[in-house]
């Protein structure tokens, strides 16, 4: 009897990275007040390779989301589209975790649903590569692909094409149960008016870490390899303008700043016959700028 494929997503909220971020008052975080925030577009994609699973081979699609409230509105977006469970874990109080502490807690989050496939994007936009996807499967020992472009199912295994070096494709065979890490490449389906309507009546799941049985300690701060710092973003260089001679009139003045206080050069060349000559051209050159006496 073939196995039914139970296939976990994760869902992850990105930031527009064009508007200007700011830092928070203690210099450690990213204030997201006034920033765009929307769904990962690699964890969409995961999103549409699961649910075209689900439609050929008949399997179950559980979308998963960490963090506050609004994330409700990304995983109804998943249920529009087809998922047929959404979980949202709430976050609160794991501040200044890491890596090493976000696998902690996805690693608890596998467990507990126990998926035959893992599904989620690559990176993130805003923030690059997120390791901590492949750092909780690994943990529970599932093998994992990364840059998946699109897969297939092959009796007891997945044939996934994947990104290579120089755009180049590479097919691998993945043993089930596994975890794939998909691009952004695939263009998610766009959900009908009358699924939308109906995922707002849907129910999401509200899970609290208090439910997944794991000490604080093991998924805040005082579980993360790299503890948190201030920082600060870099100062932008002045233009800077050379201040014009206060002999010239008005008019050139206001020229000379205009054109940056900066006199153009004449764009003279010099053609020496010898290197006698050159040598005597360059000091001639070095005089008239003030860099020889």
């Known amino acids: 009897m073939a196995q039914k494929l139970e296939i976990l997503v994760l869902l992850r909220e990105t930031a527009d990275p064009r508007p ?6 203690t210099g450690t975080y990213i204030d997201d007040r006034g920033l765009r925030m929307f ?18 081979k ?10 506050p409230e609004r994330l409700d509105d990304t995983l109804r977006q998943a249920i529009a589209m087809g998922a047929s469970r959404a979980i949202r874990v709430d976050n609160h109080g794991v501040e200044g975790n890491d890596a090493i502490a976000d696998a902690n807690l996805l690693a608890r ?3 507990i649903l126990s998926p035959t496939l ?4 690559k990176g993130l936009v805003d923030r690059g590569d997120d390791p901590a996807p492949a750092l909780a499967a690994i943990k529970l020992g599932m093998p994992t692909v990364t840059a ?46 009358d699924a939308v309507m109906n ?25 993360a390899a790299l503890k948190t710092s201030e920082y600060s973003f870099p100062r932008l260089n002045p233009l800077r303008a050379t201040t014009p001679d206060p002999n010239l009139i008005a008019f050139n003045r206001i020229l000379s700043l205009l054109s940056g206080g900066v006199k153009a050069r004449e764009g003279k060349m010099h053609m020496p016959s010898n290197a006698d000559e050159a040598a005597d051209a360059l000091i001639k050159i070095f005089k008239a700028e003030g860099l020889l006496p």
Not at 39 to 56: F, R
């Open 199 to 223: 995922s707002l009546a849907a129910e999401v799941e509200k899970w609290h870490l208090c439910d997944l049985g794991l000490p604080l300690k093991e998924i805040n701060y005082r579980s």
């Open 118 to 121: 893992i599904f989620t994007g």
């Open 58 to 67: 008949g399997a179950t699609v559980t979308a998963v989301a960490i963090g």
């Open 39 to 56: 769904p990962n577009p690699g964890d969409l994609a995961a999103l549409e390779e699961a649910l075209c699973l689900a439609d050929s």
């Open 20 to 25: 200007p971020a700011r830092v928070i008052s």
């Open 109 to 111: 989050i596998y467990t």
């Open 148 to 193: 998946a472009v699109s897969l297939s199912m092959s009796g007891t295994s997945l044939e996934v094409v994947r990104k290579s070096d120089r755009g180049a494709r590479q097919k691998m065979t993945a043993p089930i149960p596994c975890a794939i890490f998909f691009s952004s490449d695939k263009e998610p389906r766009y959900p009908s008016h």
